[in-house]
């Protein structure tokens, strides 16, 4: 007797709550989608403007201090722009070897899972602690360079300021919207479990 209650009591949770679960699921994948291909949209057209508008800003960045450089009869302001203009110049060659990588979703949205998923690591990848710690070491090493060769500390001081701003401002400017909005297509599932002495729900997922 115990063991057909048993048996009926999973039967149940298998019509029901599986119908039920399949259902909601499949509805709020649905809905997801439509929200998420939108965003995954908005994050590759952002993607593609934020690696040209820094790349450009670092390139006349690069350009203007070394520039100004050729002009000043300052020492101390020259050692300061040139190292500005190296820090610059690795700006570049950051957005032109490591760009944010984010693709729109396909002809059908059928895609969209697979590219959120994608899509979210490059955004943690750049708002994580190890962005922050570059900007910070590379001006760090510009603040010792600077510091060292001319021992003007406010000059030294100036440049690391403006350099980690810059990079924290970069930072804050690369797309990050799926992330933000909180979208994650992984599945969740509702499994019924039965065994000797016990039966009951597994929930099964990503959150």
Known sequence: MIHFARV??????????????????????????????????ADAKRATQWNWGWGLVYAGAAAGQFGVSLVIDNDDRKVSLWTGATKATLGVFKQ???????????????????????????????????????????NVAGFAVVAGLTEN??????????????????IYTSPNGLRAAGVNLDSVRVL???????????LYGSF
Do not use: M
């Open 96 to 138: 032109i070897l490591f760009p944010k990588r984010i693709s729109a979703p396909g002809p059908g949205c059928g895609d969209v899972a697979k590219k959120v998923r994608k899509a979210r690591e490059v955004e943690r990848r750049g708002h994580n602690w190890f962005a922050h710690s570059t900007v910070v070491a590379a």
């Open 8 to 41: 009926l009591v999973v039967s149940l949770l298998l019509i029901f709550g599986g119908q039920a679960s399949a259902q909601g699921v499949a509805a709020e994948e649905g809905a997801c989608s439509t929200r998420a291909a939108k965003l995954l949209r």
């Open 153 to 170: 500390y406010v000059l030294a001081t100036s440049g690391t300021v403006i350099g980690v701003l810059a990079g924290e401002l970069a």
């Open 192 to 202: 019924p479990q039965v065994g000797t002495g016990y039966s009951g729900l597994s």
